[in-house]
């Protein structure tokens, strides 16, 4: 199962690999998305592969 970490704070971003080792636990840094956003684009990434490398490339690109 994918983890999203995403932030509820108002401004900056979770940048992946910063304060947390994303790839040790296999999870996906949202960057600049807010929760809900994270949310539904995780759905839709879920739609095409669950792969976490290829999830991370879509957060990475939207």
């Not at 296999?26 to 879920?46: E, F, T, V, Y």
């Amino acid at each position: 199962m994918p983890v999203v970490r995403c932030s509820r704070v108002g401004a900056g971003p979770v940048i992946r690999n910063a304060n947390f080792d994303d790839d040790a636990c296999g999870s996906i840094a949202a960057d600049d998305q807010n929760p809900p956003r994270a949310r539904l684009l995780a759905a839709l990434a879920l739609t095409r592969s669950p792969d976490v490398r290829e999830m991370q490339g879509v957060f990475d690109r939207y």
